[in-house]
């Protein structure tokens, strides 16, 4: 089986096709344009500099682009690059395409939406229930196959999907353990927290904000679709005004783009269990290709540490 990018270690020459997740172009010390390349297999992503740029070098290595790649992976400032040695477009004759190359969720979409079925199912509180059930049925096709973010946690195909249903279960452990939280509100809120993103980015592949997104973000726009959904389905009752205060507040404080403290415990809970799935998220696939006894490239979501991998893991 052929290695995978982020297989190989440093001081290792590649020849692999890979896809070009970013391209950014860039004026280097000497004048000369240069770009800045994300390429990316299943296995993850690594960093690349193309030197000596023309305008028509920036138009054939853009975003999601597959190219056939020779270099040597090294090691700069404490992460991974890759020192091109040479680069071309893929050609038809290759018999590459793009999902060749797409990271995706370690579980299918099929398990997904069985989960997240059986958790709206479970919930008693019929106001809750129908508006959940009515926004993830209006977004379902994209909420499947869009990441969780752009960059830092579950950034992958269906990546969203996998957050809220890694989500799900942390829940349904801390509901048994702590039974005063309300099941119904905490799924809930954990189901709605950030399907507004499948709004906010422009989808799975090369994944950017789209305009709406970065004048509104995923919060406003989710808090909108409540009031919306509330109206469609003639329901008025409280249950509306403490969903949306669980969207508003969920990444806890107001230096992480929270629109409102938690003021409810089922709130307090799912700004937790989103932080501790995210972080989780970020610190394993840090760590994936680490061998033990090794440290990860410092990861910069996490005040920019680096993780340990103890030399007794496996």
Do not use: C
Not at 32 to 45: H, M, R, Y
Not at 105 to 132: C, G, H, L
Not at 258 to 271: D, F, N
């Amino acid at each position: 089986m052929t290695k995978g990018l982020l297989q190989f270690d440093v001081g290792e020459q590649i020849e692999l096709f890979l896809l070009i997740k970013n391209s950014t172009k860039g004026i280097a010390s000497n004048g000369k344009p240069f770009l800045s390349l994300n390429l990316q297999d299943k296995t993850g992503d690594i960093e690349a500099k193309l030197w000596d740029v023309s305008e028509s070098d920036a138009q054939t290595y853009k975003a999601e682009t597959i190219v056939k790649v020779a270099g040597d992976i090294q090691n700069y400032r404490g992460r991974l690059q890759l020192r091109i040695r040479q680069i071309r477009p893929a050609m038809d004759q290759d018999g590459v395409s793009i999902s060749d190359f797409l990271e995706t969720a370690p579980v299918s979409q099929d398990e997904m939406t069985s989960k997240i079925t059986q958790y709206i199912f479970e919930m008693k509180n019929p106001n809750i229930q129908r508006i959940t059930r009515h926004l993830l049925k209006k977004f379902n096709s994209d909420f499947l196959v869009y990441p969780a973010a752009t960059k830092n946690h579950h950034e992958f195909v269906s990546g969203l999907a996998y957050h809220v249903v890694s989500m799900l279960d942390l829940a349904k452990a801390i509901t048994s353990l702590y039974p005063s939280l309300d099941r119904d509100l905490l799924y809930a809120g954990i189901i709605l927290h950030d399907l507004g993103k499948v709004t906010e980015l422009s989808g799975p592949i090369s994944t950017s904000y789209t305009v709406e997104g970065n004048l509104l973000g995923h919060i406003t726009i989710m808090v909108n679709e409540i009031g919306k959904a509330a109206d469609e389905l003639g329901i008025h009752g409280e249950e509306v005004m403490v969903l949306k205060h669980l969207v508003l507040s969920h990444h806890g404080k107001p230096e992480w783009g929270s629109a409102k403290p938690p003021m409810i415990k089922e709130a307090e809970i799912l700004h937790y269990i989103d932080n501790l799935d995210a972080k989780m998220n970020m610190m394993d696939r840090a760590l994936r290709h680490v061998k033990p006894g090794e440290f990860s490239e410092r990861v910069f979501a996490l005040e920019n540490r680096s993780f340990y991998k103890p030399s007794f893991h496996n």
